[in-house]
């Protein structure tokens, strides 16, 4: 007789990223980590942790820190998801004004010439 064991691994996180470059590179090391040890592929978390890079480099430019910055809490939020169909959803938020108008998924050239 044999047991399996089955471990889930976290397939989402969240996690405050200080507003700046200093944490921007802690970001994608948690990403690639968690990511890979769910078992996505290698190619996806590439593309997933250089688009994670450039939402947070956009939100550290062009954004504000959430909360009150003065009181040391200057931090933006990473977040990602693997849903039960196997998409990633990447989402970084600011304390902008306004909120960033949320676009649908677009199929990409590879998905749609696939079918």
Same mark, same amino acid.
């Given at each position: 007789?044999?047991?399996?064991?089955?471990?889930?691994?976290?397939?989402?996180?969240?996690?405050?990223?200080?507003?700046?470059?200093?944490?921007?590179?802690?970001?994608?090391?948690?990403?690639?980590?968690?990511?890979?040890?769910?078992?996505?592929?290698?190619?996806?978390?590439?593309?997933?942790?250089?688009?994670?890079?450039?939402?947070?480099?956009?939100?550290?430019?062009?954004?504000?820190? +959430?909360?009150?910055? +003065?009181?040391?809490?200057?931090?933006?939020?990473?977040?990602?998801?693997?849903?039960?169909?196997?998409?990633?959803?990447?989402?970084?938020?600011?304390?902008?004004?306004?909120?960033?108008?949320?676009?649908?998924?677009?199929?990409?050239?590879?998905?749609?010439?696939?079918?």
């Amino acid at each position: 007789m044999a047991f399996v064991v089955a471990q889930e691994v976290p397939t989402s996180s969240c996690m405050a990223v200080p507003h700046g470059p200093a944490g921007v590179g802690k970001a994608r090391r948690r990403m690639r980590t968690q990511l890979s040890d769910g078992g996505v592929a290698d190619s996806v978390i590439d593309d997933a942790v250089l688009i994670l890079s450039e939402l947070l480099s956009n939100a550290c430019k062009h954004g504000r820190p +959430l909360g009150d910055a +003065l009181a040391g809490d200057g931090d933006v939020r990473a977040a990602w998801q693997v849903d039960p169909r196997g998409r990633l959803l990447v989402e970084v938020t600011d304390g902008a004004a306004r909120p960033a108008r949320r676009r649908p998924p677009r199929r990409s050239r590879r998905t749609a010439a696939a079918g």
